[in-house]
């Protein structure tokens, strides 16, 4: 049973680009959850997603950052328009059940230049 | 309200001592208090939990101490070895979700 996948493992993005990351969870997971980690710093809640549904997204930001799971395929988390704030690691965890153990996925590494 | 707190910021152990982190937290409706060890390059494993019914809890070298009343948790890596040089966090949530509020992290350096 793989783990959670992320991808790509490193992003680079010119100012005003578009990115895409992807995270696949462990099999039989339908919770997925995604953080942010700032350079020398923790990891902050973004959005919680249930297959087809956003659970919470309390964390996210209001403009340019959306997240989505669907049906089939891996979920997606999208940045538009991104500037040199957003480069962070980004970290997707799943878990099977809402108050089971997450686990985490490698993260994808965002360089804004 | 939502802040999880966390000291020191990095710590250096010779092996075989004590490694104690630090954490405090101001939301009482919090209610599941996870460690994650995280290399770099890796993302962040869970190494050990618990609950606020209990005040210690204890897997392997690994034990945390929770003061309900001051609001703290702590854990403590006894016997730390080279190859517990990471960085820890400590987090809490409500209902033991995965919606998690993180501490800053300490960056742990265990000296042979």
């Known amino acids: 049973n793989a783990g959670v996948m992320q991808n790509p493992r490193h992003l680079v993005r010119r100012r005003g680009q578009e990115a895409r990351l992807r995270c696949s969870p462990m099999?039989?997971?339908?919770?997925v959850y995604w953080y942010r980690q700032l350079p020398e710093e923790g990891l902050k809640f973004m959005v919680y997603l249930q297959k087809e549904n956003i659970i919470d997204e309390s964390g996210m930001p209001k403009e340019r950052f959306s997240a989505e799971f669907p049906k089939e395929g891996p979920s997606i988390l999208r940045i538009q328009q991104v500037v040199r704030g957003d480069s962070a690691a980004y970290f997707c965890?799943?878990?099977?059940?809402?108050?089971?153990?997450?686990?985490f996925g490698q993260g994808t590494r965002l360089t804004v230049v | 309200q939502q802040q999880v707190k966390q000291s020191p910021q990095s710590l250096i152990v010779q092996k075989g001592g004590i490694s104690i982190i630090n954490c405090a937290y101001e939301n009482t409706a919090f209610d599941y208090f996870p460690w994650y060890q995280q290399f770099p390059g890796k993302g962040p494993a869970l190494l050990i939990a618990?609950?606020?019914?209990?005040s210690e809890k204890k897997e392997g070298r690994f034990t945390i101490s929770f003061n309900k009343s001051a609001k703290q948790f702590s854990l403590h890596i006894m016997d730390s070895q080279p190859g517990d040089s990471a960085t820890y966090f400590c987090a809490a949530s409500r209902g033991a979700g995965n919606m998690l509020t993180f501490g800053g992290g300490t960056r742990l350096m265990v000296k042979p």
């Open positions: 099999k039989g997971h339908s919770h």
């Open positions: 618990i609950r606020p019914d209990v």
């Open positions: 965890a799943s878990s099977p059940g809402e108050n089971t153990e997450a686990f």
